[in-house]
């Protein structure tokens, strides 16, 4: 034994006696090297591994920097995790034939590595030019940080490269990729730093995280028209990348260019639905997001478009440029908007109300404040300088507003033919208090006025028609209105976050009212003049203060019956204001239909009773706006749904649709019949805490549990093969405890929408039983010796057969008695055995060839007696050599490849010892 070893009574090396070691060798006999074993031997250079080793546990040769060429033994079936993570000085590795799986972690870090060699004989692996593929060279898994290539084409027979593939390799200066390959994992090429050139094929839908993360010699790249997703970081520490183009289908990009210091601009094909180039800064489509300003945009200054309604995280950072920054009236600027600018100068920041405004605090620590001077609104430098976010500012300067000399008038664009007040001049938003719209103008145009945060005061013409989208959003000083009675149309949002405006406006002879007008509006009640014709449904949506709409009499379009809008001969329920004073509502008998939002955010509301007459009802509603509704009640003449027990279903009772919110339902067993579950059906049951699922379930929508914090065991009688995987995501999976039938419970739940929940059987809560009880429950065993339940804290009397199960729960450490023991043929988890105690026989099934398995997974175990299959086909030297426990070995006549003499096992012609006792 190597006097540096520390070796223990198993013939495990599990670490060394001076971390100093230059050189080692492992003593014949030793089977395995466990974890961790020369973690951090900085200095050791050299090292034989015996044939007799069969593992090397995880992490064994990390950080072992001064190791050059390890050649791995030739019974070794597996590299692990970490193994040679940060062998920073290993340049070859040979690997044997008998290695069937690589971890992709393996070799992480190995920054002088030049090949992998691997043998011939190797069924699952081979090695082309260094690189790692499988024997079909489908799958390219792992490419050398120093392999000899400086330009790879990867062959057309490659499907896959796997996770990291690329990770660290430090030669290659450019890849050609076939079109078979558009599925691509996380970190494929991340750091490789002399990367120049890369082509990513057409049909590739997304860049994963961190694919090109840390390719710092990148310089151009060109995506397909197919991809839609670019994940985080996907392109992170590209610094030589100058620009990028975004075809049209790419909709969702998270955080993607974070660390390209070289990107000057960023361009969105005209078609693409969800993202806009302006001038090279990438927006939202609606321009009310930056998603990005490039680091080296060139332009000096920029004035941030008065669209964007917040500023996140970072969105200004290592913007080398930049000297001069416009910032509008915002309400919301995350933390770290501008980081390591260290050319800005000024800020000019144009919110009037500091105090109110949710500014996080930390919002400017990224600016170098000490060269940067902060301008803000004329008489609110002592506001500024006591507010959290800006108390960081050394010089912080009011702009003057007398120094503009322009009027009112002048800051403003009109039409050429003065009929439209197109906008307020973005520069002069902050200085307009009060303006008197000239006579003429017919038309305030599209966020004509939005963030004007000074503007108290207008006057409108008597020619003003139309008020378009967004005209006055965000004028939240503006207190009084007086609109024309000329006025004929309000479009979405055009008064929505006036939060000063508190008055009716709404004038005699507007007939078209848009969507949420008033949005974020104190009003108490509206009235709707005689001369509407048009009310969009949401038009009052977000008026969270408002109590009751009052229609005309006179108006020939319009009703209004209890603080409620409904059109004329009120067959149609349109809009209930959120601050209703109605608790327990109840839809006029007239009614026949009612809109999808007439009940948005209705937070008063607690029951609702639907009139027999009702043609159509949108369930939806008692999921997202009746969020105290306890109770819904209809008649037994309805002819669309009925309730059974305060729970809405459909009316033939097949379909459960929605258990009130507040209802005061503890435990709900869904009756035997129904068949489907509706999305969110018992969405927001805070109280609910108990579900049985019957046999005839047989589809179940969406988050149908979604904030039902309190369920914690769900009885499941139905198919889990109908159901998605992903059915129960909503549920806190360390709370609720799932009970199946005993039928179900022994085939197990890998793959179905309980596989990650803890399972139990149904007669064991029937019994009585506590799943988190220590008490060790009996089982039954039935008459051919299989097991009838494999549940937590179970204990086995009779013998044990594992026939046709693929794999065991970590529970099998709670199986101590077992009299006799059957492992089959599909069993490849042998690992969770370990520990397991128990006196009786233990029997290798038919169909278990690999003896090497077999006995390994036998050789910590305590078992007295060992049965070997009959044809076992591949003997293993050492495989039970330490095991203590095992007393006698049987092997029949009839066994292919071994016969027992003597107390040994012997191959067939008695020349080899492959067991003693």
């Known amino acids: 034994m190597d006097t540096k070893l520390k070796i223990n009574g198993l013939n495990q090396v599990y670490g060394v006696v001076d971390n100093e070691v230059t050189e080692i060798v492992i003593p014949d006999g030793v089977v395995s090297i466990k974890p961790n074993s020369f973690k951090g031997c900085k200095r050791l250079k050299a090292v034989k591994i015996p044939e007799s080793v069969e593992t090397i546990g995880a992490s064994a040769f990390m950080d072992c920097s001064s190791l050059k060429e390890i050649v791995l033994p030739q019974n070794l079936t597996s590299i692990d995790a970490n193994v040679f993570t940060g062998c920073t000085s290993l340049r070859r590795v040979t690997i044997q034939e008998y290695v069937t799986s690589i971890a992709l972690t393996g070799f992480i870090d190995c920054k002088q590595l030049e090949e992998f060699i691997i043998s011939p004989a190797n069924s699952k692996y081979c090695s082309v030019d260094g690189i790692i593929y499988n024997s079909r060279k489908s799958i390219l898994y792992m490419v050398p940080a120093k392999v000899k290539i400086s330009d790879l084409v990867i062959d057309k027979k490659v499907k896959k490269i ?43 839908t997304e860049i994963p995280f961190f694919f090109l993360s840390g390719c710092s010699s990148l310089e151009e790249i060109t995506l397909p028209e197919s991809l839609s997703f670019i994940l985080m970081k996907a392109f992170d520490g590209c610094s030589a990348l100058r620009r990028i183009s975004l075809p049209r289908n790419v909709s969702v990009i998270v955080g993607g260019f974070d660390g390209c210091d070289s990107l000057e601009r960023i361009e969105v094909d005209p078609n693409n639905k969800d993202y806009v180039s302006v001038n090279g800064v990438l927006y939202s489509k609606d321009m009310c997001k930056i998603i990005c300003y490039p680091s080296a945009h060139p332009d000096e200054t920029f004035t941030i478009p008065s669209t964007i309604t917040s500023l996140g995280n970072g969105v200004f950072t290592n913007c080398k440029n930049l000297k001069e ?155 009084e209105l007086s609109l024309p009675s000329s006025l004929r149309e309000i479009q979405n949002f055009a008064f929505a976050e006036c939060s000063s405006v508190t008055s009716k406006i709404l004038p005699e002879g507007v007939r078209r009212l848009g969507f949420g007008i008033f949005e974020k509006v104190s009003i108490p009640e509206i009235f709707i003049p005689s001369s509407v014709k048009k009310i969009d449904p949401n038009a009052f949506r977000g008026c969270d203060q408002l109590s009751m709409i009052i229609v005309d009499p006179a ?187 005993e039928q179900l419970f022994i085939f197990g739940f890998k793959g179905t929408a309980i596989e990650k929940f803890d399972v139990y059987s149904l007669k064991e809560l029937e019994s009585g039983a506590d799943a988190d009880s220590e008490l060790i429950a009996e089982v039954s065993v039935d008459e051919k010796g299989y097991a009838l339940k ?128």
């Open 162 to 204: 796997e996770k990291g593939a690329f990770r660290g390799c430090q030669t290659i200066q450019s890849i050609v990729i076939p079109s078979s390959i558009t599925k691509f994992n996380d970190y494929t090429f991340e750091d490789c730093k002399n990367l120049r050139k890369i082509n990513i094929p057409e049909g590739t």
């Open 325 to 479: 920054l416009y910032i509008p009236n915002y309400a919301d600027l995350a933390e770290n908007i501008i980081s390591k600018c260290p050319s800005l100068t000024a800020i000019h920041i144009h919110i009037q109300d500091i105090k109110g405004a949710p500014v996080d605090k930390n919002a400017f620590h990224g600016v170098y404040t000490s060269l940067c001077t902060l301008y803000v609104p004329k008489g609110c430098a002592d506001d500024y300088r006591k507010h959290p976010a800006f108390a960081i500012f050394p010089n912080i300067q009011e702009e003057k507003q007398e120094e503009t000399g322009i009027s009112p008038i002048d800051m403003v664009e009109l039409s050429p033919d003065g009929k439209t007040l197109i906008q307020v001049k973005d520069v002069y938003k902050q200085y307009l208090i009060c303006l008197d719209i000239p006579e003429g103008v017919c038309i305030i145009g599209k966020h004509a006025f939005e963030d004007c945060c000074s503007l108290e005061h207008i006057s409108f013409p008597e020619t003003i028609e139309t008020i378009e989208i967004g005209a006055f959003r965000k004028c939240r000083s503006l207190k």
């Open 555 to 741: 108006n020939p379009y319009y009703a209004s019956f209890e603080g409620a809008l409904y059109n004329k001969d009120m067959t149609e329920l349109i809009s209930v204001p959120s601050s209703s004073n109605i608790k327990d509502f109840r839809i006029p008998d007239s009614v026949l239909s009612v809109s999808k939002d007439a009940f948005h955010k209705c937070i008063g509301i607690e029951s609702i009773r639907l009139n027999d007459a009702m043609e159509s009802f949108p369930v939806n509603i008692f999921s997202n706006d009746l969020v105290n509704l306890d109770s819904i009640i209809v008649g037994e003449k309805f002819k669309l749904y009925q309730v059974k027990d305060g729970v809405l279903y459909d009316k033939d009772g097949t379909e459960l649709i929605k258990m009130p919110r507040k209802a005061q339902i503890q435990e709900y067993v869904i009756p035997d019949g129904v068949k489907r579950i509706s999305d969110y059906a018992f969405k927001g049951c805070g109280r609910l805490q108990s579900i049985t699922i019957p046999e005839s379930v047989t589809e179940i929508g969406q988050n149908i549990f979604d904030g039902c914090k309190g369920l914690a065991t769900m009885k499941l009688l139905c198919n889990l093969i109908d159901l998605n995987w992903n059915t129960f995501d909503d549920i806190d999976k360390k709370k609720c405890k799932v009970y199946v039938p």
């Open 790 to 917: 494999l549940g937590k804290k179970t204990k086995i009397t009779g013998d044990f057969h594992l026939e046709d199960i693929e794999t065991m729960s970590s529970r099998i450490y709670d199986y101590l008695d077992v009299s006799e023991a059957t492992f089959g043929s599909e069993m490849e988890e042998w690992s969770q055995f370990l520990g397991m105690s128990h006196s009786g026989p233990v029997y290798g099934n038919s169909g278990t060839r690999e003896v090497d398995i077999l006995l390994r997974f036998i050789s910590s175990i305590k078992v007295a007696t060992l049965v070997l299959p009959d044809d076992v086909q591949r003997r293993h030297i050492n495989a039970a050599k330490n095991n203590q426990y095992i007393k006698q070995l049987i092997v029949r006549d009839s066994c292919k490849l071994f016969s027992y003499v003597d107390g040994k096992l012997m191959n067939k012609k008695k020349t080899l010892i492959a067991f003693e006792r």
